[in-house]
């Protein structure tokens, strides 16, 4: 088949569009501006297809805004039967669709049709993953919690109105659900950014998990290859999709990722392309704190050990070239190993049987019958391709097979093999993305593992070998998000696709996939059984509301029927006061006691000292006296309580290698290697915190909230101390914070991975969940101890090492929690707390690469800083900026609940009777 008559077919099925697609209508670039689309195999132009910018881009983010309520208010199965529609229209257009690709993208046309499926498999699986999207039920955490609640209720009600109670028939059960539900709702508008390479099903694979979830999406299409999203966007229209739901703009693209970085109406991002530009879209979204899901690239190294078959090996390499990506070994720089006494080992052979491979396979235009290659995708790409090889040639590295532009002239590149490539040539740590394969030699296995993670990137690594045991070790060792054995990447909608490290944030594809477009709800509904509506005034006297008030209970609200009556004002009021009064009284006497000397007797100064050891090499800060120190006060009196060290980038930096070390112990073998010597002792750390089994985490998580527990008062006090609250709501939270303790202790032993039904007959795909590394925490001053062990619980379960920063206003409650922590027996350096400089500390904890996620609760001025610097090395983030929450009293509410829970929130008075533990 040639181009042309590709082009007519396209054309004949009505799926050759060349407008952007804003709420449901076909638009022209509202200035009129095109742009040339080429085909890559020819030069020639395929279509003008309409340029647009920032207006455009926001009429289609408004005309998605306005789709959103309709669309989200549909149920799942009526969602799913419209994508499902949109499904079949693609299978009917596979034909058109693979050739529309392999016109602008260049690719044969086997692997366009190829990507149709591939495209289409996203469809389908997340119309049918999201009707088991389901949301939880919490069992609760206090049994008498409901029944509190209910009493409190009605002792406590403040009333200066006259109130009445309309009771309602039971409701059968409808309230009766435990304290916390989580459900999941979906988030918003969604923008989209999709690369060339993958030019169909990359439109796909993002808005499929997007609109399943109830989302409304605008997608901007790469400008190189805009035509087979446009298509798909018709079959979207021609399938029932409503106007709005889904719409598509292209042209100026920093325009377009602007709109959607600036509108506060998108609600999420989501990227393919390369990491310069998903770097900046993470730091724009700051501003608008949006969810982000970034699958950026990176080189993916195949290891071949010395035991592995070398037909499987080479098959599989060629796999990863026909899946993966979409022009020739993408990807790929090979490891080949050299056995340790034999100092040719696989390699020789290994090149021997890669070129001849290499050899048979064939360049042409995409359409052209047997072509295995077709072109790069433009000049750009030729140029980048050529500079690589030329620097590894110019440093020694030999050309076995091709190495220049093939004769078919334009963007064609000859299928390349390298040997004698070493890490400090380009090509060594720059995304290929062309026909070229670059070997590396290893000795050892350690080596291997070493050279493979020498990188920021992490998207997919492949190992070859015969060796199970060593198919496991090395899969868990290397730092990639997609790992293939003895096979290339098997495409499946079912499996999270996306990188470790500078390779992207977030998953593609899997149940996993649907989190970036799904928001969660905490939902807490006590279980009782009855509303009310006051009227103020005109009804039942007060003495009749005394009478009443007291006797209700709610069982006795169902026996009495509709109407029933409540409380006397006064009395709630006066129990009211008196409970302040009390907590008051508690707080007073704890801030006029001399609590130091009370602290001391208890020990806790004693774990504040032996606290800064946990650091190991921050020597000039151990200890608390120092030279630079910060007082911290008593808010309730203004006293200085004590002087703490104040500490800046130098301990951060201490403090991250310590925790790095003790994740994994790497940074004792980095350097024999880097001079390229192999160690005969490679030195594991066994007793790394990641590699301490989940059981034995387990255990050192219960001792410490056992320490916690026992030390309540004491913990308490100092709380009170540094943070003014009151007592009894001070060893509440003590008591709470023992409780994430505990949760997490049991939830390690719980963090199962996932063995996923393949797509193919001959493999198995498994999800393994890996500690991401070293967690930087940051903490704010309300809940000192709480907010602690609620991020550092979950990251010590996990085998991840922590370096905690406490707010300085409150640090000696996490000096003391931390002591208690090395006296549960989790290891020194797993947890280090480092205080002082803040801007300073985040500053070294958001330039060290070591630091793989920074989890932060505190200002949003100082989440907006730490989110872009995250951004910057693409680290994990969760924020949790806080804001002011709103409470919506409706004319039928209990206000006594309302009135205490509304209290509760804004941490006036707490209203759970301290319960022995
Ligand atoms: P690649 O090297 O894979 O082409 P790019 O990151 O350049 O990767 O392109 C991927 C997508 O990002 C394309 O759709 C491109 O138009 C878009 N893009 C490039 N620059 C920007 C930008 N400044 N803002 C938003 N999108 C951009």
Redesign the pocket.
């Known amino acids: 088949m040639d181009p042309q008559s590709a082009i007519a077919q396209v054309k004949r099925a009505g799926l050759f569009r060349t407008q952007g697609l804003i709420g449901g209508k076909w638009m022209d670039a509202y200035d009129g501006k095109t742009f040339e689309v080429y085909n890559p195999a020819t030069g020639e132009v395929l279509a003008n297809v309409a340029c647009m910018g920032k207006k455009e881009a926001n009429d289609a983010i408004a005309s998605a805004h306005a789709a959103f309520t309709s669309w989200s208010k549909l149920t799942t199965a009526e969602r799913s039967k419209l994508m499902r529609k949109w499904y079949d229209l693609l299978i009917a257009h596979q034909t058109e669709l693979g050739q529309l690709i392999t016109l602008e993208q260049g690719k044969p046309v086997a692997e366009g049709y190829n990507e149709v499926l591939i495209g289409a498999s996203c469809l389908e699986f997340f119309l049918e993953e999201v009707k088991h999207c389901y949301g939880d039920i919490i069992p609760q955490t206090q049994a008498d919690r409901r029944m509190t609640w209910v009493l409190m209720s009605m002792i406590m009600w403040p009333g200066s109105v006259l109130v009445l109670y309309r009771l309602l028939p039971p409701l059968s059960g409808q309230l009766n659900l435990n304290d916390c539900s989580y459900l999941r709702t979906s988030m918003g508008v969604v923008g989209a950014?999709?690369?060339?390479?993958l030019p169909l099903a990359m439109a796909l694979r993002k808005v499929s998990p997007a609109m399943a979830c109830g989302c409304t999406v605008v997608i901007?299409?790469?400008?190189?290859t805009p035509l087979s999203a446009l298509a798909v966007a018709e079959l979207a229209l021609q399938a029932g999709i409503p106007p709005g739901v889904f719409n598509m703009v292209m042209g100026f693209?920093?325009e377009?990722?602007?709109a959607?970085l600036a509108s506060p109406k998108v609600r999420a991002i989501t990227?393919?392309?390369?990491t310069?530009?998903?770097k900046?879209?993470l730091a724009g979204a700051a501003q608008t704190v949006k969810k982000t899901s970034m699958e950026l690239?990176g080189n993916a190294p195949s290891m071949i050990f010395d035991d592995a078959d070398l037909e499987v090996t080479v098959k599989g390499l060629n796999k990863q070239k026909t899946l993966d990506f979409v022009i020739l070994f993408d990807v790929i720089s090979v490891l080949s190993v050299s056995a340790h006494h034999d100092h040719c080992g696989i390699h020789d052979k290994f090149a021997a049987a890669l070129t001849k491979a290499v050899q048979t396979l064939r360049v042409g235009h995409g359409f052209d019958e047997g072509v295995t290659q077709g072109p790069l995708i433009n000049q750009a790409a030729l140029h980048k391709i050529e500079a690589l090889v030329e620097d590894a040639v110019s440093q020694g590295a030999k050309v076995l097979v091709g190495g220049k532009r093939h004769s078919l002239g334009l963007t064609f590149y000859e299928p390349t093999v390298l040997v004698d490539v070493t890490s400090d040539m380009l090509i060594s740590s720059t995304e290929i993305?062309g026909p070229v394969l670059a070997l590396q030699r290893f000795k050892t296995e350690e080596e291997a593992i070493h050279l493979a993670n020498d990188s920021n990137a992490g998207l997919a690594g492949y190992i070859y070998t015969e060796n199970l045991r060593r198919c496991w070790r090395v899969a868990e060792a290397i730092e990639f998000g997609i790992v293939g054995v003895n096979d290339g990447l098997i495409p499946a909608a079912s499996a999270p696709f996306g990188g470790f490290k500078q390779s992207g944030l977030g998953r593609e594809g899997s149940k996993y996939g649907l989190d970036d477009f799904l928001e969660s709800i905490r939902l807490h509904i006590p279980s009782y059984k009855f509303q009310l509506q006051f009227i103020v005034g005109s009804h039942l006297p007060i003495s009749f509301a005394v009478l009443c008030g007291s006797a209700v209970h709610m069982h006795i609200y169902d026996k009495i029927g509709m109407w029933g009556v409540l409380i006397s004002v006064c009395l709630a009021q006066f129990v009211w006061f008196l409970n302040s009064v009390v907590l008051l009284a508690e707080h007073f006497s704890v801030q006029c006691s001399d609590n130091w000397a009370l602290l001391e007797e208890n020990g806790l100064k004693l774990m504040m000292a032996r606290l800064f050891r946990t650091c190991r090499r921050s020597v000039p800060s151990i200890g608390v006296v120092t030279i630079m120190s910060n007082s911290v006060h008593n808010p309730a009196t203004g006293e200085v309580i004590a002087d703490v060290p104040c500490m800046g980038q130098p301990e951060t930096n201490d403090a991250i290698s310590s925790a790095y070390e003790m994740f994994n112990f790497q940074d004792t073998f980095e350097a024999p290697w880097l001079v390229g010597m192999c160690t005969e002792d490679f030195e594991k750390n066994e007793d790394a915190w990641s590699k301490v089994t989940a059981i034995e985490r387990s255990q050192c998580l219960w001792k410490w909230h056992d320490l916690l527990i026992a030390h309540k008062e004491e913990l308490g006090q100092l709380i009170t101390l540094e943070q003014g609250k009151p007592l009894n709501e001070a060893i509440i939270e003590v008591i709470i914070a023992a409780g994430y303790l505990e949760f997490f202790a049991e939830e390690a032993k719980h963090v199962y991975s996932d063995i996923i039904p393949s797509t193919v007959a001959d493999c198995q795909l498994f999800v393994i969940k890996q500690p991401v590394g070293v967690v930087g925490a940051i903490t704010p001053w309300n809940f000192p101890l709480a907010m602690l062990t609620s991020k550092v619980g979950p990251a010590l379960a996990c085998g991840c090492t922590v370096v905690l920063e406490p707010s300085e206003l409150t640090p000696l409650i996490a000096f003391a929690a931390a002591g208690l922590a090395l006296e549960a027996g989790i290891p020194s350096g797993a947890l280090n707390v480092v205080t002082g400089n803040a801007p300073d500390i985040e500053h070294a904890l958001l330039a060290s690469p070591k630091v793989r996620k920074i989890t932060f609760t505190g200002l949003s001025a100082v989440e907006k800083k730490i989110m872009p610097g995250a951004g910057e090395t693409l680290r994990k983030v969760s924020l949790e900026p806080g804001g002011n929450a709103p409470c919506i009293v409706f004319d039928d509410t209990d206000l006594g609940v309302a009135v205490k829970s509304i209290l509760w929130d804004s941490a006036w008075v707490w209203p759970f009777p301290l319960k022995e533990q």
């Not at 901007?220 to 190189?224: G, Q, R, T």
């Open positions: 950014i999709t690369p060339w390479n901007k299409p790469s400008e190189l693209a920093p377009i990722g602007d959607f990227f393919t392309g390369s310069a530009v998903g900046m879209l690239g993305f």
